[in-house]
């Protein structure tokens, strides 16, 4: 059974329809589950080890990352030949290659280095640095902890990112606070930003668009990939099979 490890809302979305809850493993027919942890590595080893705890035999981490690489941009797939999590640790280089064989040509698939980063990088300045100092072509904050978890438990690891903001342009510090661990937008938080023009409306509009060509993506990955992802194909409409353990 594969393990799927997703930090926001909108990245379990393009996996299965429904609205999963935090922190439990949901089965996702018999081949596998899938477990909602928010945002940085903290939560996701809590997500990976319980997922192990679970009774999963394989680890994948699927989300939204940023590129390290100009050569990257919004809706480009990443998928590593290994993550640098403060030492370089290895997919499984054989599930990785039997899944980029079913994508469809139009996706531009990337491979390289992903690098894990313990905060949200809100600079084209700290991408560049992050780039230079162990050049990675993209960054998340959680797939270092879901390989760490891999390599304690001996499983299988593959990881699967689309690029949602290119190595010049970054969610804004500010917008930090506005955000709620799921990746959802705090209205409460965010209306007096805008109100105050800390954040402005091209850039929430540009964050938008970019994230739904990266979940587009993702979308087309889960679609095409069949058994190399465990999830059935009926799974967008045949809900029944979705059981809470």
Same mark, same amino acid.
């Given at each position: ?88 640790? +290895? ?25 894990? !980063?313990? +905060? ?11 780039? +230079? ?39 804004? !510090? ?72």
């Amino acid at each position: 059974m594969i393990g799927i490890v997703t930090a926001l809302r909108v990245e379990a979305r393009c996996v299965t329809p429904l609205r999963l809850p935090f922190n439990q493993m949901i089965d996702l027919g018999e081949s596998a589950a899938i477990w909602l942890c928010g945002m940085g590595e903290e939560a996701a080893r809590a997500a990976a080890e319980g997922l192990v705890a679970g009774g999963v035999t394989s680890l994948m981490s699927l989300g939204l990352a940023g590129a390290l690489d100009s050569r990257l941009h919004p809706g480009d797939l990443v998928l590593p030949e290994s993550i640098y999590a403060g030492r370089p640790l +290895q997919v499984d280089l054989g599930w990785r290659t039997r899944l980029h064989a079913l994508l469809p040509a139009r996706l531009s698939v990337a491979g390289g280095m992903l690098v894990s !980063s313990k +905060q949200v990088l809100t600079s084209a300045n700290a991408k560049s640095d992050l780039a +230079q100092a162990t050049g990675a072509c993209a960054v998340d904050m959680e797939s270092g902890a879901v390989a760490e978890a891999a390599v304690h438990a001996g499983m299988p690891l593959l990881v699967v990112r689309a690029i949602s903001d290119p190595a010049e342009f970054s969610p804004p !510090s500010i917008l930090l606070g506005a955000v709620r661990r799921d990746g959802s937008a705090d209205l409460a938080r965010l209306l007096p930003l805008l109100l105050r023009r800390s954040v402005t409306l091209g850039t929430l509009l540009r964050l938008a668009v970019d994230t739904r060509a990266a979940c587009s993506t993702l979308s087309t990955v889960v679609r095409y990939a069949g058994t190399e992802m465990g999830v059935a194909p009926n799974h967008s409409t045949d809900t029944r099979r979705v059981k809470n353990r």
